[in-house]
Structures are given as structure tokens and as C-alpha cells.
């Protein structure tokens, strides 16, 4: 099975890789049309700014070709608000495979912390990535802004309030926390969309 890993200006491309080797696979880091076109899977992962990255998918003209994978492809983080529509972190416009908006969290109390950081559960699973699932598990987080509760909406997530904590739409799938930092939960849903 050939796995690719979108390669572009993001912080967290090298702990997915090390995480998909804890499960006996060997990735592809890479930004070649061809490579990832022809991947069984692709991860588009991400730690980083909307704007700025945007820019860098467009320049590289990487954006059309994420938009137009056929095989399962697995968004992280950044990598899930990248496929929404638009993100109010730099104004900026999206690859629209989600038609829904990234937020900013606005703190409802004091005890409220922006950025959003540590583990928090899943509840309302339903996509594949969450099969064998019985209970509500923890996942691990870090971020500012959030994807609101939508009709793509796979899994929810409650901080400040209930939000799009994971996404699924045709081939895409999408995860707002980090699978390869949340032990072994993160690694069964790993394994998941590797089976699918």
C-alpha cells in the first residue's frame, strides 16, 4: 500500500510519519503531482497559519490537486480547516471540499483558554475512521479556531462549545486533533483509515 504525506511549509509532517511507522508503515513525504495522485491514501497534515499556507498550496498549485485526490485522504489539524471554505485566521479562502467556515474561539468565561490545548473527548462518532469505538475517548488538541457543528460533522467535540471535532465527506476524511500525538486511541484511528 502506498501512503503520501502532503510535503509543504507545516510543522507536524515528521510526527505523522513517525507515527505511521509505529504501525509498520513506510510514508512518502511529498509535494510530486504524480506521487500523490497515484497513492492508495494521503495525509495532508498541518501546524501552521491558514493564510500563509494557502498561499504556499496555491503557488505550488498543490491546492488543485489535493481538491481533485479520488483515494481516501486524511486532513489533520491545519490539514482539516484547509479543507473548509474559508478561515477567519488571515481572511483566508480554502479549498472549499467542506462548505462550511474555520472560527475563531471567543472565550465565553474567564477560565476559558485560547488556544484550545491538551486532550478532550470524541463523542457523536460516525465515519469509518472511528469503527470499534464503544465509548467516548481522549484525543489530543491544539488550536484556535474551529470548524462549527455542520452536515459533514464525524465526531463533536465540547470546548467553550460544541464543535466539528472530526469531518467526513465522500473520499475526504478530516481530524481537528492530532491522531499520531494521542497514543493509543490516535493509532487505532490511524489504522482505521488505513483500512478503509
Known amino acids: 500500500m502506498k501512503i503520501a504525506v ?9 510526527s505523522v510519519e513517525y507515527a505511521l511507522r509505529r504501525l509498520g508503515v513506510e510514508a512518502t513525504i511529498t509535494s510530486d503531482k504524480e506521487t500523490l495522485m497515484s497513492a ?12 500563509t499556507t494557502m498561499n504556499h498550496l496555491r503557488q505550488n498549485r498543490l491546492d488543485e490537486v489535493i481538491k481533485n485526490l479520488k483515494q481516501p485522504v486524511l486532513g489533520i489539524c491545519l490539514g482539516m480547516q484547509l479543507l473548509c471554505r474559508h478561515s477567519e485566521e ?11 467556515d474555520v472560527k475563531l474561539f471567543t472565550p465565553a468565561r474567564h477560565e476559558d483558554k485560547v488556544p484550545h490545548m491538551g ?3 470524541l463523542t457523536h462518532v460516525r465515519s469509518g475512521l472511528f469503527k470499534g469505538f464503544a465509548k467516548e475517548e481522549f484525543v489530543y488538541f ?3 479556531f474551529y470548524v462549527p457543528l455542520n452536515e459533514f460533522t464525524a465526531a463533536q467535540t465540547d470546548y467553550i462549545l460544541p464543535y466539528s471535532s472530526a469531518l467526513h465527506k465522500d473520499n475526504f ?7 499520531e500525538k494521542s497514543g493509543a486511541v490516535g493509532e487505532r484511528i490511524l489504522r482505521n483509515f488505513l483500512e478503509l
Open 119 to 121: 486532550w478532550n473527548t
Open 90 to 100: 488571515g481572511n483566508a479562502d480554502c479549498l472549499g471540499i467542506f462548505d462550511t
Open 6 to 14: 502532503v510535503k509543504y511549509n507545516a510543522g507536524n509532517i515528521y
Open 40 to 51: 492508495d491514501k494521503v495525509i495532508f497534515p498541518g501546524v501552521g497559519e491558514a493564510e
Open 173 to 179: 476524511y478530516a481530524t481537528q486533533f492530532h491522531p
Open 142 to 144: 491544539v488550536h484556535s
